[in-house]
């Protein structure tokens, strides 16, 4: 039994490198373990079931030993967590990460620097302001860009709203256009922003899910009339859902012609900028005002790393606030270069450099590959749904999602419309929840047209078509079962 260490003895500090060495060589070594054991994507544990576990930890009895409290974390969260590396997690907008992003990530963490004042980062903020650039440059923003590192796309989506508000002349009858597909956190950046509850007006979408420009002409024509002043098209470069990429021209041109503020929420499609083969795919968003990007998607990067890019630079003005003690005017005058002027955050992590080493290790290009890898894999993915009678599938992904649903066939002819729609609806509902409990693949569920379907999100290059054809007969089976289960009573085959 070791003595227990000092308070002081757990500060990292210039007499402690040893433990620290220690520590992270023993959680290192606890993750790889525990990486590569994992056959599943996810235990299936319940809420409940985890919660007791949790639960019984005493917080007021450290266990003083970096071991026995990577042990607990086993039972506490290591053993039943989510893993995006698994190539059956097929769910969400998480990735795999590159391994140049988690040495980049234990080393901004361990050095601490903060992002606000040159004082508290020196080449932090420096090389923060080369990747804005770089990215800035990939988009095609031109000479006055500039941006700021944030926590993910809801954050970026708040912040180019905040500009696009205060650029729009006036607080009365705002109104905020974006696709029936847009992002949530547009309602939010509304709600945070102040305006009314019908400030977010959804503009229709055609049969691939991309903004209609017919339908925006409509809607900007109509806001006119009505005397509400538009400040913001969002349009999506990447859906969350769909990975329909809005038809970004002609909505610039549409912008331009009204004077209104584009923002392109690129939070999904940005990882096209480093693609080879479909960096054409986002054509047009050079025009935006302001773009999001979240590397923490299709950039391999661990959460969160994101951004807000913007046209001209002079609308960052927009979160500048300064404090005597951190940011006084005069170090503008002094030409201190300071991101806090530009940020709505105050203390912020570097993340930025988890994508300094991402480049710097192994390049843009090799990030093009992996995602033009798993958006080749959706379009395979899409290809065997569409040829699967037991699925329909809504339409073909420009990036790497794939909607679809499971739909029970032989069903008795006298069968009403509605109950066979409700029945399609729940054996769906039923066999993501049955996958998941099994552990086997996770896959994301969605609602189209009123209908549940089931959505796979691929950014993992390891995801096999055999995979996905193998998660698919394990959706048949759960969904014919229910669907059987359901409807003793009729004699009919499923799938
Ligand atoms: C994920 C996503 C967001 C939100 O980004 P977070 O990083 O999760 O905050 C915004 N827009 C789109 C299109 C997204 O896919």
Same mark, same amino acid.
């Given at each position: 039994m070791s003595l227990r260490p000092a308070a002081r003895e757990h500060l990292f500090t210039n007499g402690t490198v040893d433990r620290y060495r220690r520590a992270l060589a023993d959680g290192l070594d606890r993750v790889a373990t525990r990486i590569s054991a994992t056959d599943r994507p996810f235990t299936g544990v319940t809420p409940d079931q985890l919660a007791l576990e949790v639960s019984a930890v005493d917080l007021d009895r450290p266990l003083g030993d970096v071991r026995e409290a990577l042990d607990e974390l086993e039972d506490v969260y290591l053993r039943d967590a989510v893993y995006?590396?698994?190539?059956?997690? /097929?769910?969400? /907008?998480?990735c795999p990460v590159v391994i140049p992003a988690l040495l980049g990530e234990a080393v901004l963490s361990a050095v601490n620097s903060s992002m606000d004042t040159w004082d508290q980062s020196a080449g932090a903020t420096l090389i923060e302001r080369r990747l804005i650039d770089w990215t800035a440059e990939r988009i095609g923003l031109g000479p006055a860009a500039d941006g700021v590192f944030t926590s993910g796309g809801t954050q970026s989506n708040l912040q180019a709203l905040l500009m696009a508000r205060e650029e729009a002349g006036t607080r009365e009858h705002l109104r905020i256009l974006t696709s029936a597909a847009g992002h949530f956190s547009v309602q939010k950046a509304a709600k945070l922003l102040g /305006?009314?509850?019908?400030?977010v007006v959804v503009v229709e979408t055609d049969r691939h899910r991309r903004m209609s420009p017919t339908g925006l002409a409509r809607e900007l024509q109509r806001c006119q009339e009505a005397g509400q002043t538009v400040m913001a098209v969002v349009a999506t470069?990447?859906?969350?859902?769909?990975?329909s990429i809005d038809p970004l021209p002609a909505i610039a041109d549409l912008c331009l012609a009204a004077g209104v503020w584009l923002h392109v929420d690129a939070a999904y499609g940005c990882g096209l900028l480093t693609s080879k083969t479909r960096r054409h795919l986002l054509d047009g968003i050079e025009r935006a005002d302001s773009v999001t990007v979240d590397f923490h998607k299709s950039f391999f990067q661990p959460v969160s790393s994101s951004a807000v890019l913007v046209r001209d630079r002079a609308v960052l003005r927009h979160a500048t606030y300064h404090a005597d003690y951190l940011n006084p005017a005069r170090m503008v005058e002094q030409r201190i270069p300071n991101q806090v002027d530009k940020s709505l955050q105050t203390t912020r992590r570097f993340d930025a450099l988890k994508l300094w080493l991402t480049l710097r290790i192994m390049g843009a290009d090799a990030i093009g590959e992996l995602f033009d890898e798993v958006v080749d894999r959706a379009s395979a993915a899409f290809d065997l749904l569409s040829e699967d009678p037991r699925f329909e599938v809504v339409t073909r992904s420009q990036l790497s999602t794939v909607v679809f649903r499971f739909m029970p066939t032989g069903l008795p002819a006298d069968l009403p419309a509605d109950l066979a729609r409700d029945l399609a609806d729940r054996a769906n509902l039923h066999a993501r929840e049955a996958l998941a409990a099994s552990g086997a693949a996770v896959v994301a569920g969605t609602t189209v047209d009123g209908q549940h379907h089931l959505k796979f999100t691929l950014l993992n290059p390891e995801t096999s078509l055999d995979d996905i054809a193998e998660v698919l007969e394990l959706v048949a089976e759960h969904a014919g079962r229910f669907v059987r289960e359901q409807t003793p009573d009729l004699t009919y085959s499923v799938g």
């Open positions: 995006f590396h698994h190539p059956r997690y /097929l769910a969400h /907008l998480n /305006l009314g509850p019908d400030a470069a990447g859906t969350t859902d769909f990975g």
